[in-house]
């Protein structure tokens, strides 16, 4: 009995190893963009307006203009979140935008496929950077869920860090954080897809992206449940 469990143990601890290898994309679940060369296999760019590629990378991913990048395979479920370190914000225009996404598809342009949305709003001004929640809906229309305003960051010290939380099925979390908390909001929606692939977006300025995280990971979740079921059954034990 005691060699079987140890033999489901093994079979479980190799099965999360396997998760964590085919994410080996983000290490740890983060992804730092390491080094001068794009990763095609993770990352795939989608130009909003026809032309040469206006992503670079260097220890960073850097944003000219209209430009989106999205996971290939990697997506975030119900009841984990993804956060981007937004390192600096130049270049501003008159509306320059920018974004961290879940995506329903990882190869479209189309507003609609952007289900769940952090963005920044840029309009020259006092509390300048409009911070808003967004569900676009599949067909037709757009949620909003206004978290606030602040002044243009410094980016000397801290990163300007964005968050989407999907905490159920059905309500997602929006944050901003500077330093602290800047702010948060949520929505409720339906419709959204079970596994949602990350999407950077940018408009109308020139920003860098970077440590894209993945809170809690797949490999972790299924970590905590094995070591759970372990002690409840240790525990069950001692008290017969």
Same mark, same amino acid.
Request: net charge positive; glycine share 10%.
């Given at each position: ?15 999360? =190893? ?9 290490? !740890? /679940?983060?992804? @730092? &963009? %390491? *080094? ?10 989608? =130009? ?9 990378? !260097? /220890?960073?991913? @850097? &944003? %000219? *203009? ?21 390192? !600096? ?152």
């Amino acid at each position: 009995m005691r060699f079987a469990k140890s033999l489901l143990f093994i079979f479980l601890l190799t099965v999360v =190893l396997f998760c964590q290898s085919s994410k080996a994309e983000f290490v !740890n /679940n983060v992804e @730092t &963009f %390491n *080094g001068t060369v794009k990763d095609t296999i993770t990352w795939r760019e989608i =130009l909003l307006n026809p032309g040469p590629s206006r992503i670079t990378q !260097n /220890n960073a991913v @850097t &944003f %000219n *203009g209209y430009s989106n990048y999205c996971t290939n395979t990697i997506t975030v479920g119900v009841g984990q979140k993804v956060r981007v370190d937004v390192l !600096n914000v130049t270049n501003l225009g008159s509306n320059g935008s920018f974004a961290l996404s879940l995506s329903g598809h990882n190869d479209s342009v189309i507003n609609p496929d952007n289900y769940l949305r952090m963005y920044c709003g840029y309009n020259s001004g006092p509390g300048n950077w409009s911070l808003i929640g967004q569900h676009e809906m599949p067909v037709g229309g757009t949620a909003n869920a206004f978290i606030g305003t602040t002044d243009t960051p410094t980016f000397s010290t801290d990163p300007l860090v964005l968050e989407v939380d999907r905490v159920s099925a059905t309500r997602a979390y929006y944050r901003a954080y500077k330093g602290g908390l800047i702010g948060q909001t949520s929505l409720t929606f339906t419709g959204v897809p079970e596994q949602l692939y990350i999407r950077l977006e940018n408009s109308i300025c020139t920003t860098t992206f970077d440590n894209v995280t993945i809170i809690p990971e797949p490999a972790t979740l299924l970590l905590f449940a094995i070591g759970g079921s372990g002690l409840m059954r240790y525990y069950r034990k001692r008290r017969k």
